[in-house]
């Protein structure tokens, strides 16, 4: 493909397609060839996300949980209980869900999904946190992905958390609005960062663009992201989707990390 690289203009362009294209098809013969690698384990694996064995080392999420921020309790306190971290430290958002712990198998697949060039795992993510969602989804007017800054997704090619909710999209009817929430600050990564740190971090690296108001006012939104880590992204979010006029917000995630197990009061 090297010499294709160099060449401009129209003809370049249509020769970059071609050669695009051929790469493409490349690929598709060698899919057929080969089947895919479980992302954890890298044994092969025939039209499934994991292998049966990962699979079942998967921690999925289920109630007993706090209703507000969606972490699993280590014991059924009763119904509708909250963990003592949502009140005494409230997110801007009304209620978390995640389909799985972030544990090593839940890293491999979202590593997969998002460096790894496995844009074939967003269904079945996408049915796993549509499924963990469920509620949150038969309220929704419409999700929002957590935008990246046009800088990193030029990089990457595109934005996982946009694709996971399309996916979502797909089983669940819920429309995606992908231009309502921009990011307009390049944010470093929120890698070892503290919570202090993380929060002022993401200080107005979001933003709704005036045709944005329109789409979300009076809205019932579902923000959707692949990991939730500290929550300090998905607060900024939603601090301004609410300014802007949003009715309420609500955050599904893929993933989320759990700590050490809270007690419910
Ligand atoms: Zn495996």
Not at 31 to 57: G, Y
């Amino acid at each position: 493909m090297r010499p294709f690289a160099t060449v401009e203009g129209p003809v370049g362009s249509r020769f970059a397609a071609l050669a695009r294209g051929l790469r493409g098809s490349l690929r598709t013969a060698l899919d057929v060839a080969l089947p895919p690698l479980c992302p954890a384990c890298r044994e092969p694996v025939e039209d499934l996300a994991l292998c049966a064995s990962c699979w079942s080392k998967l921690s999925f999420i289920a109630r007993p949980y706090c209703e507000r921020l969606g972490i699993p309790f280590a014991y059924d306190p009763g119904q509708g209980l909250l963990s003592m971290q949502a009140i005494a430290d409230p997110p801007a958002y009304n209620r978390a869900r995640a389909a799985v712990r972030y544990d090593d198998i839940a890293r491999a697949l979202v590593h997969a999904f998002k460096y790894g060039d496995r844009l074939d795992l967003a269904p079945t993510l996408g049915r796993w946190t549509a499924s963990a969602g469920r509620e949150l989804l038969a309220e929704a007017d419409a999700l929002i992905p957590v935008p990246l800054h046009w800088r990193r997704l030029w990089a990457r090619r595109f934005n996982q958390s946009a694709s996971l909710a399309q996916a979502i999209s797909a089983a669940s009817s819920v429309p995606v609005l992908h231009t309502a929430l921009t990011r307009v600050k390049a944010t470093a990564h929120q890698v070892g960062l503290s919570q202090t740190e993380r929060t002022g971090n993401v200080q107005g690296a979001f933003r709704v663009p005036p045709q944005g108001r329109a789409e979300i006012a009076g809205r019932r939104l579902v923000l959707v992201d692949d990991v939730l880590t500290s929550g300090a992204t998905v607060d900024a979010c939603t601090r301004v989707l609410l300014r802007a006029g949003a009715a309420n917000v609500d955050v599904l995630v893929f993933a989320r990390v759990v700590a050490a197990a809270k007690s419910a009061i």
